[in-house]
């Protein structure tokens, strides 16, 4: 490290740098978080940009009803909420490997030992 500063001031200098640009990407990060609805409302367009489905993906799940989205009375338009599609995507998760087989040892372990009670 000394090869590459030429004295300690230099070395200073360019952390100072470093922390102030650190410190102004994280102001941004955080003004845009504050400006950002939580819990957005929207129409096709926001399912689009939530799912990444075509329009007439959304509208097929929709006349199935496979996928949250309101309709007040009258109005004939579709809206959607952004949170509700998200826990829509989550709840289609699957499982890794890894997390199976976590279940399954827990599992044995729990019938190994109801299993020895009963003997």
């Given at each position: 490290?000394?090869?590459?500063?030429?004295?300690?001031?230099?070395?200073?200098?360019?952390?100072?740098?470093?922390?102030?640009?650190?410190?102004?990407?994280?102001?941004?990060?955080?003004?845009?978080?504050?400006?950002?609805?939580?819990?957005?409302?929207?129409?096709?367009?926001?399912?689009?940009?939530i799912t990444g489905l075509a329009r007439s993906t959304i509208y097929n799940?929709?006349?199935?009803?496979?996928?949250?989205?309101?309709?007040?009375?009258?109005?004939?338009?579709?809206?959607?909420?952004?949170?509700?599609?998200?826990?829509?995507?989550?709840?289609?998760?699957?499982?890794?490997?890894?997390?199976?087989?976590?279940?399954?040892?827990?599992?044995?372990?729990?019938?190994?030992?109801a299993a020895n009670r009963r003997n």
């Open positions: 490290m000394a090869q590459l500063f030429s004295n300690e001031m230099e070395s200073e200098e360019l952390l100072s740098s470093i922390r102030e640009v650190i410190q102004q990407e994280l102001s941004k990060f955080h003004l845009e978080l504050q400006q950002k609805p939580i819990n957005s409302i929207g129409g096709i367009e926001l399912a689009q940009q799940l929709v006349s199935q009803r496979k996928i949250p989205f309101s309709k007040p009375q009258n109005s004939g338009r579709l809206y959607f909420v952004e949170s509700d599609l998200r826990a829509w995507i989550q709840e289609g998760r699957w499982q890794t490997k890894n997390e199976i087989a976590q279940e399954v040892e827990i599992f044995l372990g729990r019938s190994a030992k």
